[in-house]
């Protein structure tokens, strides 16, 4: 029924669809009619969990320099049945957004992650240089996230804990200084940390300093939540991390 930019437009205006660029603005995207397409809002919430979590991610590792984001229509509307996003090169990530139609009739399938597109994981390379100690914990809990799911995967895939060891000795190393000895590898469906952990505050010192963060777990209609203390140490213009110490009521436990 919404067979004209018109009628999509006004209903944009009533909240029921929003607009969306196909090329966001992050990949230099602009809100010209071309890029432009008219989805519902969860359609929206997707794709910019796909471009942030998935794409940027691999583009940060710089295996993948190429995107597409293609819509795909039926009959007269103006609002595609699905969109499907390609980035390439050299590595591959595809994924696909069911909205309406026979998509939506398709079993449904996880969306993938990044690391199958070489079934490899490398934590992300911006510079640590300079970077306040809280920013430096933020970085680390969305990698230590993505290396969780990653050796998840593998683990499903027969591959076990070599890779989980292995993936997890570039994680400490890109943020720990040399010579750190981490605690025996344990990940599962869910990670202990994400990039969306809460920081409730910082003790800094001269050279060290100590960042406080909460993670809540989704679990049923509430959530369970989990505090650590991150420890940093300074070293010329960049804080590196010495321990994470998971803590509740009875203390203190190393869990780097």
Not at 65 to 93: K, L
Not at 107 to 112: F, G, Q, R, S, V
Not at 160 to 167: H, I, L, P, Q, T
């Amino acid at each position: 029924m919404i067979d004209s930019r018109q009628k999509a437009e006004e209903l944009c205006r009533r909240g029921e669809l929003v607009r969306l660029l196909l090329l966001p603005p992050e990949f230099g995207g602009e809100d010209v009619p071309p890029n432009v397409v008219y989805v519902p809002a969860f359609a929206a919430e997707i794709k910019a969990r796909i471009d942030r979590n998935n794409v940027m991610s691999l583009a940060d590792q710089g295996q993948v320099r190429r995107y597409s984001a293609e819509p795909q229509y039926a009959g007269e509307s103006f609002v595609p049945t699905e969109i499907r996003i390609v980035a390439h090169d050299p590595g591959r990530f595809e994924a696909s957004i069911a909205i309406w139609g026979e998509p939506v009739q398709r079993p449904a399938k996880p969306e993938p992650s990044p690391d199958k597109v070489t079934r490899q994981f490398e934590p992300g390379s911006t510079s640590l240089e300079g970077i306040a100690p809280e920013d430096v914990v933020r970085a680390f809990n969305a990698d230590y996230k993505r290396w969780n799911d990653y050796a998840f995967m593998m683990s499903d895939d027969g591959q076990g804990m070599d890779a989980a060891e292995s993936a997890y000795g570039k994680l400490v190393a890109r943020f720990c200084p040399p010579g750190i000895k981490h605690e025996p590898v344990a990940f599962g469906s869910d990670s202990s940390h994400d990039g969306g952990d809460v920081i409730l505050g910082t003790e800094l010192g001269t050279d060290s300093c100590i960042v406080r963060a909460r993670h809540a777990q989704p679990s049923g209609n509430s959530s369970f939540e989990s505090d650590y203390e991150y420890h940093l140490q300074r070293e010329g213009s960049r804080w590196y991390l010495t321990n994470v110490f998971y803590v509740d009521g009875a203390g203190k436990y190393e869990a780097l």
